[in-house]
């Protein structure tokens, strides 16, 4: 008779399996399904899930994890059965009619959703999404219950596992005090510089391919175990040995497709990084959450490659590519192009000074609206007051104010936050990973990302969900989350 | 309570939706996957293939196929049931642990052959071909009692629906009577006419492929439902939402690959045709068989696109396509291009008038193996008399002799007739389509395929799995196959 644990590895065997199969569908309706195929491929998908649903919520769920509590033996397999039952909370908490019933309102509420945003018609949008919100508070009820936690916490925990509303509101509430001085004087040294010129272009996509694979490979992705190819919402999909990364191109903008390509990459080394054999497909494999995955990529993005050293290097592949000359294709400017702050109104679009402003006020926003604190119809209001109390603009409409961001219109409550959280880790853990291997700086102002690489495999990546997001930063830095790490990182950057 | 029937049609479509599935990461794999991902696909596949063999093998099946026969009204819910109790038969005539066998002796013995192939080492892959040969005769044996008929026929008709080697041995027997001398006075004939000249190249893939996609949708191909990639080996996959072709570019010979791009055109305007609505995933919806999904490709390639009117009407497309220009780009020499005829020993290079001895060939000695009226060993000379009594020419080594496709030793036995009943079905059809419309000819030489598509639609396509390939035929063309019309369509086309 084989372990309650064995058999529960052979069920979450099976959902992994299913869920890799599931990535290559999505990664195909996003780069090359056609039209016609829409219709399909959603009652493939919806199947596939149902499958990997059904393989983790047997009756038999809660005696097997009982049981194998007496049977786990080591660190890794005692971190898997936390991890399975984790997976298995969120999964058995909600009942069936309620997961179809948001799975439904999600589809209707996006559709209007689309209509909406370019009509700016916060009206039309708002009975689905009181639908949606209504559906996510009976889920996220069931599930804070099951989790034994606060309801905004139970959301959250889809996302960020263990992640606290507690921790954020002391980390967003020394954020929010920071922000507004420090963008202001940001700006006054900005125009105190020369200005920041984009080189002219137009930027031939197939140049701009070259270039982006070339730096690929330099920061490490490994083109025998992944692919770049183009989608309008640019994602990092696929699994470990088939790690899927998409860009959007501008003809006029070679940069911020660069940009866009570096940070997917970061997300696809930390793909690449996982373990392998035994745990590749158990829970305990995969990766931490949305908080250390966007660290992942931010910190190859924002710490590593917007840096002087590593524009000293990369200037001369981009005159190459683009057969670029003259003062606007020098480091200098190319580094003013890359640390450009500017208030602006939408979100993808910000730089990482005010892009936590975005965060902060959708989280206060979610979390009241989740907690009944606030109604829907005053979300419009509300938003553009967190604007001008924190960046001091005010959205002319909704298409740039509420109406911006697919996420709660899609059904995703809870995920803002991991946004900035992941900022923040990634100043922390870079700075932990340049005093932990003095090469580290060196070796990225020469295109040789090996040692940082290292040091993120090690420390990172190859723990997987062995220990959480808090573990991870403690070993790795030294502390758990630091707002004071990413405060200096921002002062050192835009105002010395 | 539902009726047993409508369990099954239930059933039935889950096993379809993953088919799909299925035939995208298929796709995927052929045309996208980076080498790494190999092995994660692999898995993918064999866990979809295991679920979607479990939805339609249930020990319930037996009893619910047995209700269901009273409760069916109407042809179409007839001739499904009649197709589910086929494929339940083909999915549970043999023990799960016989198709594991299969599978794996399958997946050895390929790796084996792609070794011995380039080798021409028979006797290395020997051992490996009979583990294959002897699990698929007990296959045959399992699923011969199941369907009561012979044993080559019981796997024919996993390809072939309802095919019997009684009704093949006839008409290959007329034109392996016919072909030795016809084949002469063709090359007779040839000889007497100026020689067809491939204009000179090289043809740049970018422009092979703006004009392989431009002839595709002269035939019909709508790529809102479908795509056109690249692959080592052309095939048609995907389903009629979403059909999607491949092609093999020779930047010295444009012609290879735009007549396979019209081969597989026809192939996937089998699929568009097919019915939607309700029985787009049940098994009566599908495709008929093998030898009439042939057909339609064949149609296409052979019949519609090597003629002398269409190709009058692709000549000036070619020119432009390629810059082309001289007589070499002349509808006569295009034409003498596109059917030249060679006696060669490698049957996918073939002409039209030679394929069916390659054909013939193989299905004898197939049928020999698996009645056991012959040994594994004397494979590679009794293949090499067949070459010479058919073609008149004897194969230097076993790579271009019988080492040179895979499909036996990748466990495909039985499916080998099909090609050549294709090529006979196809001429059998198009004489019927000219004659019940004349403007198909007219169309076709000035690039309008509507007529022709219009009647595949309704003799052919629409008619998917309802009746069976004989009673399609018959209804589409007054007769059952009828060799007479191929062989006057060859003596028509290559003696005249």
Chains 1, 2 share one sequence.
């Not at 604007?387 to 409550?413: A, E, F, K």
Request: aromatic share 8%; net charge negative; with cysteine.
């Amino acid at each position: 008779m084989p372990r309650a644990y064995d058999q529960l590895e052979a069920r979450f065997k099976k959902a992994s399996v299913l869920g890799d199969a599931l990535s290559v569908l999505h990664w195909d309706m996003a780069t090359m399904m056609p039209d016609g195929g829409a219709e399909a491929r959603a009652e493939q998908v919806a199947l596939l899930k149902t499958l990997a649903h059904q393989a983790v919520t047997g009756d038999d769920m809660a005696d097997l994890l009982a049981a194998a509590e007496t049977e786990v033996t080591g660190d890794w397999e005692r971190a898997n059965l936390r991890e399975m039952r984790r997976d298995w909370v969120h999964a058995a908490a909600v009942p069936a009619g309620l997961v179809d019933a948001m799975a439904k309102a999600e589809s209707a509420c996006e559709m209007v959703w689309r209509q909406a945003r370019p009509n700016a018609d916060f009206a039309a949008v708002l009975p689905s999404l009181r639908e949606i919100l209504s559906l996510t508070i009976q889920a996220g009820q069931a599930k804070a219950e099951a989790l034994g936690v606060g309801i905004y916490d139970a959301l959250l925990d889809q996302y960020e596992p263990d992640g606290r509303s507690a921790d954020i509101d002391a980390v967003f509430a020394d954020l929010e005090g920071f922000l507004p001085d420090f963008i202001a004087q940001a700006l006054d040294v900005q125009a105190a510089r020369p200005p920041a010129r984009l080189p002219a272009g137009p930027f031939p996509i197939e140049r701009q391919k070259e270039l982006g694979q070339r730096v690929m490979a330099t920061l490490g992705f490994d083109f025998h175990c992944g692919r770049q190819d183009v989608s309008a919402h640019p994602f990092c999909g696929g699994y470990p040995e088939d790690v899927r990364i998409t860009t959007r191109y501008n003809v006029d903008d070679f940069a911020s497709a660069l940009m866009g390509v570096i940070h997917e990459t970061g997300h696809a080394l930390y793909d690449f990084g996982l373990p392998g054999g035994r745990w590749r497909t158990q829970p305990v494999g995969r990766a931490r959450g949305m908080q250390m995955h966007e660290s992942q990529s931010l910190l190859m993005e924002m710490q590593a490659c917007r840096s002087p050293g590593f524009l000293r290097y990369a200037a001369p592949l981009m005159q190459e590519a683009f057969d670029g000359d003259g003062p606007d294709w020098g480091t200098d400017n190319l580094y003013r192009l890359s640390t450009q702050v500017k208030r602006g109104f939408i979100r993808v679009d910000a730089d990482e000074c005010t892009y936590p402003a975005h965060v902060i006020i959708r989280y206060g926003l979610e979390k009241s609206l989740i907690e009944g604190r606030m109604d829907l119809a005053d979300l419009p209001e509300a938003w553009n007051d967190g604007y001008r109390r924190l960046l001091g603009i005010t959205p002319p409409d909704d298409r740039v104010g509420c109406l911006q961001d697919i996420h709660w219109y899609g059904g995703s409550w809870g995920y803002f936050p991991t946004y900035t959280l992941g900022a923040m880790t990634a100043a922390q853990l870079f700075g932990a990973a340049k005093a932990a291997d003095p090469d580290i700086e060196p070796g990225i102002a020469r295109g040789d990302f090996a040692p940082l690489l290292a040091w993120l495999r090690a420390n990172v990546h190859g723990k997987a969900s062995s220990l959480s997001t808090r573990e991870i930063l403690i070993a790795a830095t030294g502390k758990p989350l630091d707002s004071a790490v990413f405060k200096a990182h921002l002062q050192r950057r835009y105002l010395d």
